[in-house]
């Protein structure tokens, strides 16, 4: 069954920095989202992404993010100036279009951002 | 704008012994909601998903929910659980229709810890 996959697995970064997250998304779904969870917390959503533009973004979603579709297949999250509060699990998904909302999103393993 | 309530973040039960995960959620519209499951160091997976029809629907590895309009719940079961069962469990909402993005709002999660 294919599968959203998700790169690095844990990334360690300096406060300040710069640090893109990837995913490929499975290939013919449409629909691309990133959630992050914060240790102890619930799942957020920070961002949809549909026909190579930004359709919905959260508040916290703020200047210092961006979501790019470089390619046919990577889909990337970067955060410009890490902040220590950055310090999360950030999960990729994918969705076929059709159905509206109601079909399934399919989601990487996710990477663990450690901000040090 | 929606809200997911999980009432238990934590539920103990013996193998072989029925559970049920309770989840409760708040919209000024219809909604489609979800069950996923997160195993230690994976995604979420999905268990299950109502879109319309039939209140109860049944999922993966032997769970099922049931939507209550009324009391606006969406509670989860199994008759028999599993060592294998042991993860964390988050109920999930999103919002139908073609001006909206399919984004996932989630409850706060609940870990099911299955005892030999």
């Known amino acids: 069954e294919p599968e959203v996959t998700q790169t690095p697995s844990h990334q360690v970064t300096q406060m300040g920095q710069e640090v893109i997250l990837r995913c490929v998304p499975i290939?013919?779904?449409?629909?691309f989202y990133w959630y992050r969870q914060i240790l102890g917390q619930k799942v957020e959503f920070l961002v949809s992404?549909?026909?190579?533009?930004?359709?919905?973004k959260s508040e916290i979603f703020d200047d210092q993010f961006s979501v790019e579709r470089p390619d046919g297949s990577n889909f990337t999250l970067k955060i410009r100036s890490t902040k220590l509060e950055d310090s999360a699990m950030y999960f990729c998904?994918?969705?076929?279009?059709?159905?509206?909302?109601?079909?399934?999103?399919?989601f990487g393993d996710g990477t663990r951002l450690s901000i040090l | 704008a929606q809200s997911v309530t999980q009432l238990d973040s934590q539920v103990p039960v013996f193998e072989e012994a029925p559970v049920e995960l309770r989840c409760n959620y708040s919209?000024?519209?219809?909604?489609?909601l979800f069950w996923y499951v997160q195993y230690p160091n994976q995604g979420l997976q999905l268990l299950l998903k109502?879109?319309?029809?039939?209140?109860l629907v049944k999922g993966i590895n032997g769970f099922e929910a049931e939507f209550n309009k009324s009391q606006t719940s969406f509670h989860l079961r199994k008759p028999s659980v599993h060592i294998s069962d042991t993860a964390e469990y988050f109920c999930?909402?999103?919002?139908?229709?073609?001006?909206?993005?399919?984004?996932?709002?989630f409850g706060q999660g609940t870990t099911l810890q299955v005892k030999p």
């Open positions: 999930a909402v999103s919002a139908p229709g073609s001006s909206n993005t399919g984004k996932l709002i």
């Open positions: 109502y879109l319309s029809g039939s209140t």
């Open positions: 290939s013919n779904h449409l629909y």
């Open positions: 998904a994918s969705r076929l279009a059709g159905q509206g909302a109601g079909q399934p999103q399919h």
């Open positions: 992404f549909y026909n190579n533009e930004i359709s919905e």
């Open positions: 919209s000024s519209v219809s909604v489609y």
